[in-house]
């Protein structure tokens, strides 16, 4: 119990003195998650919204898949992402293996059934009223379309969110990937498994601090950009 | 304007609409009654191009809309529609309101002003900031209406609009289609069950049951001469009698309802079965003066008076003299003869009031 | 149909927005990313795969600048474990192997995925345990010692218990040999033998923590249990014996497709890696932290009965086809486990 009191002492003086190997590891946690996010939103929305609105045989199973793809191990996802990314795998020559890209490439994959899955059931949360009144108005099917993804919009950031948690709190993909290479791809959670391992169980909760708190302010952040948006 | 013909529709096994065929002119209001569950909802549907037919199709203003989207998409923006339950999408009053326009591309410059317009034209121009899902029910009808009038269309489809409303709120959406209609010259097509309300706005009114359109006519044709038992009974009359032509001179016709005479205005020969149809409306009651005697001719008849229901601010009297004569008296009247059941009554209609239809079973 | 269009450009753009991200980032991986205090950087970058056991002993993070900077390159070390360094290695991911696995290692080179290894320092595992000494090992052989744990364990009185790093790490491997040594059947006689073995799969350190929880005996490697000095109730009982010796290499890996200017980088590496400066520096490390040093390099001395090469200048650019007359570097009078136990 010790530790955890430590840990909150350690992670304040950590922060205090703008530690610059935290202030590191923590910006690049940052960016590789944020970056994931982002990629995976990119797809997760428009493809979310095509297979909502489209009828076709399969469709049913497709989301039934999407919605088993949450519980995917992700050493799975890392490995599979890792044998592409490897230098004799078919994506070797892009040379994205232990760097952030990497990272970001590897962490995207990992949370897109979720994202996915969550745009879906956004998008059958909005009734058949609303979109025949938007049909009926005169819109395009393309119109149709993203008006019924910005009826959605609140239950689809929460999607965004919970999309970018798991990505800043993934350890195994952002290893196997990344590599832990200090000063090139350590991230917050990496750095917590190696400290837990070395016996360093303060560092590793001060860590552990610092990351929910960085991940304390997106969540905010993303909610006031989105109370923006309101009229 | 708008020309349905042959259409069916079927979803699944289920045929809902069963080869309808009818012309809405341009300039009138349309209204379509029927029970609920009759296929309303799904024929305005249809119009709106929000579905397709099964079979048939629905020529708008010369333009068959059978044909691509793009056709369809183009039609369908000549147009406006409100449904049953007011969808407003979660933003403000003005942004919703001018969503038509905006899906057509109206600079923004523009769409202040007529977002203006529309709101002012239903009676809510101080709402255009207010949030959209704050709205009562009857404020939230009413956005969507000048929601769908915004785009200036040239129809304006309604689906049962005051339904789920109050008759405060209601009696203002009625006046704001015959508005619409008369200022405007929006051509509407209004489905309702409520059959006073059809009464009072429509120029013409298509009756339909069972997804079939049984009758189409003017609210006179309909409501006084309607064209068979069920549509007689939804149009509110209460007193179908059955019985044969007995004589019939020139168009005055007798008619032996039992042991009593009729005079109706019909053509139909001696000895055909008819049906009568009388609107309780029709019937007056009177005190039986003393010492006349029982006439059967002229439709006076005597009887007791079985049953007194209240209707609102009326009184539906049921008398027995041999047949059901059903009449509707005001409170007032009700009083003032000192009506009560038991009591003996002469319940008489004018020839001219009745309705006369060959008798099919 | 017309209305497929609508949707399929939404798909178009999406793939668009896809393809354009993916082209920011490969652009920026050929510039590698900025750690705190450094421009723009285009050094050349070399991998190097390790074990746990050595990374966590800091000695790496020592070594990692004063290579940097005498051959202006980017080292980048991961450490994901022995049997991960391998197959990095053998994948083409890593330029270079640092690894403490004898077996693994002479398996590595038959087969053809490395060279130049050299036998650079060692120091020696060690049988930890509780204070007390259940099982009463303390001044025996390691076989001897392992011989008594694994008797008093299985007769079960529950008090007497091992804990196996059990993942095929070099101190694993180690382990096995030991009890290859002292005459037992590691799959058949050890593992799944009783309660008393426990296969924790996890780092040295986590292990360490395991068997100081539950008062149990384990193999450890010096350097990650002297990092855990005062935090464990566990001691070293047995540090003395020719199986505990624990011999580190490194070397040049030739897999996938080798690049000239990598393993030239890697040869750079394993040459600098046994100047007598460098050697010297790995002698030193760990005096001011731990009282003593962690690592004895060969320049000090090749222990008895070990062959090692530490001195001879890595030139090879592609291995031999011709196995070695001797093994290099191999732990003396060891029964090495088989590669398909390993």
């Known amino acids: ?231 | 304007m708008i020309r349905i013909e042959a259409v069916t529709k079927k979803f699944g096994d289920t045929e809902i609409l069963k080869t309808i065929s009818l012309k809405v002119l341009k300039g009138e209001i349309f209204t379509l009654i029927g029970p609920s569950g009759s296929g309303k909802t799904t024929l305005l549907r249809l119009i709106n191009l929000l579905d397709t037919p099964t079979t048939g199709k629905i020529v708008f203003d010369g333009t068959d809309t059978s044909d691509n989207e793009k056709v369809r998409l183009s039609v369908r923006r000549r147009m406006g529609m409100v449904f049953q339950k007011p969808a407003v999408l979660n933003t403000t009053v003005a942004e919703n309101v001018a969503f038509g326009l905006k899906f057509r591309g109206v600079e923004k410059s523009q769409m202040e002003s007529r977002v203006h317009s529309a709101l002012d034209l239903v009676g809510l121009p101080d709402f255009s900031k207010r949030k959209a899902i704050t709205l009562s029910g009857g404020e939230m009808q009413r956005v969507s209406i000048a929601r769908a009038m915004v785009t200036e269309p040239d129809v304006l489809l309604l689906d049962e609009p005051t339904a789920n409303l109050d008759p405060v709120s209601s009696e203002i959406i009625e006046n704001l289609i015959l508005h619409i209609n008369k200022e405007l010259h929006t051509t509407i097509i209004l489905s309702t069950h409520d059959m006073i309300q059809g009464q009072r706005l429509a120029d013409r009114i298509g009756v339909i049951m069972d997804g079939m359109i049984v009758q189409v006519g003017t609210t006179n044709d309909i409501f006084y001469q309607p064209a068979g038992k069920d549509i007689a009974r939804f149009v509110g009359i209460d007193t179908i009698l059955k019985g044969v032509v007995k004589t019939n001179d020139g168009g005055h016709a007798e008619i032996e309802i039992g042991s009593a005479l009729f005079e109706a205005i019909t053509s139909i020969r001696p000895g055909q079965r008819v049906a009568l149809y009388i609107r309780p409306e029709e019937v007056t009651l009177m005190l039986p003066e003393s010492g006349s005697k029982k006439t059967s001719a002229r439709n006076q008849l005597s009887g007791t008076i079985t049953r007194m229901v209240q209707l609102g601010p009326f009184i539906r009297v049921t008398v027995d003299c041999g047949t059901l004569l059903i009449a509707l008296i005001t409170r007032r009247s009700c009083n003032e003869l000192g009506l009560a059941v038991g009591a003996v009554v002469t319940a008489g209609v004018k020839a001219t009031a009745i309705h006369v239809i060959p008798d099919s079973g | 149909m017309i209305r497929m269009k609508r949707l399929n450009q939404t798909i178009i753009i999406a793939l668009l927005f896809v393809i354009l991200t993916a082209g920011v980032f490969i652009a920026g991986c050929t510039t590698t990313s900025q750690p705190v205090n450094q421009t723009t950087d285009t050094r050349q970058k070399l991998v190097l795969a390790t074990t746990t056991s050595l990374y966590d002993t800091g000695l790496l993070n020592y070594l990692e600048p004063k290579f940097e900077s005498k051959y202006n390159v980017d080292l980048l070390i991961t450490s994901q474990g022995t049997g991960k360094a391998i197959e990095l290695a053998k994948r083409g991911d890593a330029d270079v192997l640092l690894v403490h696995s004898p077996a693994q290692e002479m398996t590595f080179l038959k087969e053809g995925y490395g060279m130049n290894r050299r036998t650079f320092a060692y120091n020696y595992f060690m049988i930890v345990g509780p204070a007390n000494d259940p099982a009463g090992i303390k001044g025996k052989t390691p076989e001897e010692a392992f011989k008594a744990i694994l008797t008093q364990g299985i007769a079960g009185n529950g008090s007497i218990m091992f804990v196996s790093r059990g993942d095929a790490s070099g101190t694993h491997t180690a382990e096995q040999g030991v009890w290859k040594k002292a005459g037992y059947d590691y799959a058949k006689e050890v593992q799944k033998s009783g309660n008393w073995y426990i296969e924790a799969g996890k780092g040295m350190g986590e292990t360490l923590q395991m068997a100081g929880e539950k008062g149990a005996y384990t193999f450890t490697d010096e350097g990650t249990f002297l990092s855990y000095t005062g935090k464990l109730n566990i001691v070293p009982i047995v540090d003395k014996g020719t199986s505990l010796m624990n011999l580190y290499s490194v070397m040049t890996v030739y897999a996938g497709k080798p690049q000239p200017e990598k393993i030239t980088m890697a040869n750079n590496f394993v040459n600098w890696l046994i100047t007598s400066e460098t050697l010297t520096d790995i002698g030193n490390y760990g005096k001011d932290k731990y009282g003593k040093s962690l690592f004895t390099p060969m320049s000090s001395g090749v222990p008895a009965g070990v062959t090692a090469d530490f001195t001879s200048p890595a030139t090879e650019t592609s291995p031999l086809k011709v196995e070695p007359a001797v093994a290099n570097g191999t732990v003396p009078d060891a029964i090495l486990p088989d590669a398909k136990n390993v």
């Open chain 1, 1 to 231: 119990m010790n530790e955890i009191v430590e840990g909150f002492s350690q992670a304040g003086n950590l922060i205090v003195t703008l530690n610059p190997d935290l202030l590191q590891i923590a910006a690049l946690s940052l960016y590789v998650s944020l970056c994931a996010t982002i990629l995976a939103a990119g797809i997760t929305i428009p493809l979310g919204g095509f297979i909502h609105f489209r009828e076709f045989r399969g469709k049913q199973a497709l989301i039934t898949l999407i919605q088993t793809l949450y519980s995917i191990p992700t050493v799975i996802v890392g490995l599979l992402v890792y044998f592409l990314l490897s230098r004799s795998g078919p994506l070797g020559f892009l040379g994205l293996l232990y760097s952030p890209e990497g990272m970001i490439l590897g962490e995207a994959v990992l949370i897109i059934p979720i994202i996915l899955g969550l745009v879906i059931t956004a998008l059958l949360g909005i009734s058949r009223n609303i979109r025949d009144t938007i049909v009926s108005l005169g819109a395009t099917e393309f119109q149709v379309i993203l008006e019924i993804i910005r009826e959605a919009r609140f239950a689809i950031l929460a999607g965004v969110i919970l999309g970018f948690g798991r990505a800043i709190s993934e350890v195994g993909v952002a290893m196997m990937i990344g590599g832990n290479i200090r000063g090139e791809t350590r991230v917050l959670t990496t750095a917590i498994m190696l400290g837990t391992g070395m016996g360093e169980f303060s560092l590793a909760f001060a860590l552990g601090i610092i990351l929910l708190a960085i991940s304390m302010m997106v969540v905010i952040l993303m909610k006031f950009i989105s109370r923006r948006y309101e009229p």
